[in-house]
């Protein structure tokens, strides 16, 4: 087989693992989701549809590098993914994980706040946007200029820091996870990771939902560092599923109005 072939093969093999492993992991939490709160995203049909399309086209744009570096990771030992375990000290497992994170967080947040510039956002990322509200399959719900800034970033961070395979796989496993469960409307993560003192730092449902609602905020991936940094934090989002009914009666007037706004605010 030519040199062209293989990488043509490697790259065709890990689209269909990114895709697939969309599917599943897309599907899983669209699964729970219906179980969990039935009718969440009923009418939404032709917007999932939408949602799909658009991800597996994202599958093979996240593809073509993954699988250039996979093949030339094999065949010619680039980058820096080791195998041996101990190969660097044990602590630096944790660390890589934490560092490919941040960075791809770091990379993510500056990318989403250029596409956010109204000529870059009609061009690049309209497309995410256009999931109101968001489900379970807009986790690579991108227009390709966009795919491509998200597709480029792990093969090029493994050329430059080691990493165990292993951890390599927890850094895709998070990056996968936080995809979808981050657009599913509701929040699968216990209380203490979304609230409270880690709920500070850390990225949930509940956080990038503000963003799809409001547009020009929080726009990080994992971490709220960015944001809390840039002053582009406000807070968490409401979803529909809460009982903002109760909460925030749509009309009327009173002498409690003033206060229920309020309320709805705080809650939100
Ligand atoms: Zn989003
Ligand atoms: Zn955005």
């Not at 990488?7 to 890990?14: F, T």
């Not at 689209?15 to 992991?25: D, E, M, S």
């Not at 227009?143 to 895709?172: D, S, Y």
Request: aromatic share 14%; hydrophobic share 50%; net charge positive.
């Amino acid at each position: 087989m030519t040199i062209a072939l293989a990488i043509l093969a490697s790259a065709l093999a890990m689209t269909f693992i990114v895709g697939v492993r969309y599917l599943i992991a897309s599907g899983g939490f669209a699964l729970a989701t219906r179980i969990k709160h039935p009718g969440l995203y009923a009418g939404l049909d032709k917007q999932m549809w939408r949602e799909v399309r658009w991800s597996l086209y994202s599958a093979a744009i996240y593809g073509v590098p993954a699988g250039v570096v996979a093949w030339g990771w094999q065949n010619h030992g680039w980058t820096k993914i080791y195998a041996d375990i101990h190969a660097m000290p044990l602590w630096y497992v944790p660390v890589s994980i934490f560092a490919y994170l941040f960075l791809h967080d770091t990379w993510f947040y500056w990318t989403h706040r250029w596409m956010h510039i109204p000529k870059w956002f009609r061009i690049a990322h309209a497309v995410h946007h256009a999931s109101r509200p968001p489900t379970a399959w807009a986790a690579m719900s991108f227009h390709p200029i966009e795919a491509l800034t998200g597709a480029i970033v792990i093969p090029a961070l493994v050329f430059l820091i080691p990493i165990h395979v292993g951890a390599l796989g927890v850094v895709l496993t998070v990056m996968t996870v936080m995809g979808v469960t981050n657009h599913m409307g509701w929040e699968i993560f216990p209380r203490f990771l979304w609230s409270g003192p880690l709920g500070a730092w850390l990225i949930t449902a509940s956080h990038h939902q503000r963003h799809h609602e409001r547009y020009g905020c929080n726009y990080g991936l994992y971490f709220r560092f960015w944001d809390r940094l840039c002053g582009t934090d406000e807070g968490l989002g409401r979803f529909r599923h809460r009982s903002d009914a109760a909460l925030c009666p749509p009309a009327g007037g009173g002498a409690d109005r003033g206060r229920t706004a309020e309320r709805c605010r705080d809650a939100a």
